[in-house]
DNA sequence: AATAAGTGATTAGCATGCTAACCATATCGT
DNA sequence: ACGATATGGTTAGCATGCTAATCACTTATT
């Protein structure tokens, strides 16, 4: 069965691009999820945590432990909102931006690897046929 | 630029598949990735820790502590090798065969939802793209 | 035969990611 | 103005998954 075949790529693709971007996130001491949190930030500083759980597809208690995290790596700092003080907003510190690009180089590197060897025409069905499988799944 | 849509695009279908999966499976009382090593030892009964570790494509520490678990469970349970006393050799216990067929069902429901609406020719065009893209990046 | 090198599995420690339960603050309804 | 309800975050506890370091047993080497 084709379906089969296709569940199980996906699946291999999954697991080794995970193992394949924590590897190269470690050389940035970052671990990986982390990237998307720091790269969402450098798009809208200063978002509130229940904003990021949207954004990064994940619950607000994983959010909490992440921006710990960060935060006690330096790369990420929280302020308490003037107007409402049960929302935290969190900002990219310095070296926190800093980190963005090189976080940026290795998107970019693992997109070039993976997509190695395709036409621009196979690149648009390619889109066209995650666009709709990521459709269905939503 | 089409190739970060694409990039986009995998990360999104990535992280919605594994929530979607870890939902369906919390009905059955497991967590994501339990699920391969259990349908794994259903096609290799008695399979050593370190092949696991490389069928299911991740570090032997991780499937000591998946074994572990599973163990506990009452899924799963090991045995020494006669031959050499370093390996255990993994075996699914009765309960533990009872729970792959409902496990299928959640892959086979999952693929259908992802596959839904999408003719056999773009399913061959699909696969071969994917097939392309797990070569590229293992 | 004794020691060195190699291999299978484990332990400790860290981080993501989840649920369930909770706390703190805002807002709504009466 | 006050009690109920809603909303933003946190804490506790579990599991996957990783690395680094270690233990246990085998196999080579001398």
Redesign the pocket.
Known sequence: MIEVEIRELLDDIS?KK??SY??ML?QLSL????D??LCRLRKEDGI??????ER???????????????E??GLIY?KR?L???????VFLTAKGHDIIEPIEQVWQKQQDKLLEGMSSEELLILKRLLTKMAGNIS
């Open positions: 697991t995970r193992r924590s590897e470690r671990h990986t999820g982390q998307q949190l509130t945590q229940s904003q990021l759980s990064l597809n994940c619950e607000p208690p994983t959010i909490a432990n992440m921006v710990k995290t960060l006690n790596y929280r909102d107007l409402d003080a049960r929302v935290n907003r």
